[in-house]
């Protein structure tokens, strides 16, 4: 039984989150491992990235995260990894991990993603040199996802991301931004290699629940939303990771 | 830091007032939040949402009032700053 402990948007800046700090530091009677779908800092400085690496340092089971938008915005990301890796997290854009938890093995496939919007109402791969951009850099990280999902053989998978790769989680937020909060790209890459479980964080205000339409189960665990420091899930070893 | 607006024209227009203090509560370093609605009613211009520190939550009323200095501000953002005993454990089978 693998126990895991879920949250995005956590947007620590250069002041103490102490309700963050203590609950986090107290996971070790609750969870396995802690995922986090990005948007960790407030910009992305250096100041924040020592505060944040403060924070998980103390984090009493390994921490695996991907970065968000927000932490892109200060232009300072290899310092801001660099740092958390200092503090033993991995960080994931395109990579995998596979941990061990009681017998069992957990593979983690994780990209920021993008947006770009979803079937039907989307943005398409045409027109000005920035479109094209925007839309390639979603195609570019769903490839990456799907090739690293691909890539894990173990007991279960799980896809962790900024953006969303359904509307479901979304519901909530203004229609009008949902281009912007991610990309059926993000689930189709999914579908394609398989997964037991999405985690993603980026839309405040959205829902909690969604699936893909091959049936992986996402999950937004955004913390305004939620509206506590973590998120508990629990895989069932019985249950193989899907085709 | 955004660049403080006025009370005339365009800068009285609630929809553009309202685009303003979204813009700003996202960019500003004070407060850097996308995820904050935005609302105007008449004169008075309502933040929903939540944020994660008293400092952030009252920051976003100094933001917000020079983007729209001629209405009021009611600052509703709600503060998550209390440690949170474990929810739930959904179970995935």
């Known amino acids: 039984m693998i126990r895991l402990a879920a949250v995005g948007d956590i947007h620590v800046g250069e002041e103490r989150d ?51 938008n927000h932490d892109h915005h200060a232009d300072q990301v290899d310092e801001l990894v660099g740092c958390l890796e200092s503090a033993g997290v991995t960080v994931l854009e395109g990579g995998t991990i596979v941990l061990e938890v009681h017998g069992t093995t ?45 890539s894990l053989d173990t007991d279960h998978r799980v896809a962790l991301l900024h953006y969303s790769p359904v509307a479901a989680t979304l519901h909530g937020e203004p229609l009008e931004i949902f281009p912007f909060l991610g990309s059926y790209l ?41 509206g506590r420091s973590f998120q508990l899930f629990e895989l069932d070893p019985a249950a193989a990771a899907m085709p | 830091m955004s660049e403080p607006r006025g009370t005339e024209g365009v800068d009285a227009v609630p929809e553009y007032v309202v685009a303003h203090v979204h813009e700003a509560l996202a960019t500003d370093p004070r407060v850097m939040e ?9 004169s008075t211009v309502v933040l929903m949402g939540r944020v994660f520190s008293q400092r952030q939550h009252d920051a976003a009323s100094e933001v917000a009032h020079e983007q729209a200095p ?24």
Do not use: W
Not at chain 1, 34 to 58: K, P, Q, V, W, Y
């Open chain 1, 106 to 150: 957990l593979g983690i496939a994780g990209v920021k993603g993008f947006g770009g919007g979803f079937a039907g109402a989307c943005a398409s791969d045409f027109g000005e040199p920035e479109m094209k951009a925007f839309v390639r850099h979603t195609k570019d990280v769903a490839e990456q996802l799907r090739a690293g999902l691909a």
């Open chain 1, 186 to 226: 993000l689930a189709e890459a999914i579908d394609a290699a398989g997964a037991d479980l999405v985690l993603h964080g980026h839309a405040h205000r959205g829902s909690e629940r969604g699936v893909t339409p091959g049936g992986v189960r996402v999950r937004n665990v955004a913390r305004p939303l939620i």
């Open chain 2, 34 to 42: 996308q995820g904050i609605e935005v609302v105007a009613t008449g």
């Open chain 2, 70 to 93: 001629g209405f009021t501000i009611r600052n509703d953002l709600e503060v998550l700053d209390r440690p949170s005993p474990p929810g739930p454990v959904e179970q995935l089978r």
């Open chain 1, 18 to 68: 102490e309700a963050l700090a203590r609950d986090l530091a107290q996971l070790g009677g609750c969870a396995d491992v802690l995922l986090l779908a990005g948007d960790l800092t407030r910009c992305g400085t250096r100041a924040e990235a020592a505060e944040l690496a403060s924070i998980l340092d103390a984090a009493p089971v390994p921490v695996v995260a991907v970065l968000g």
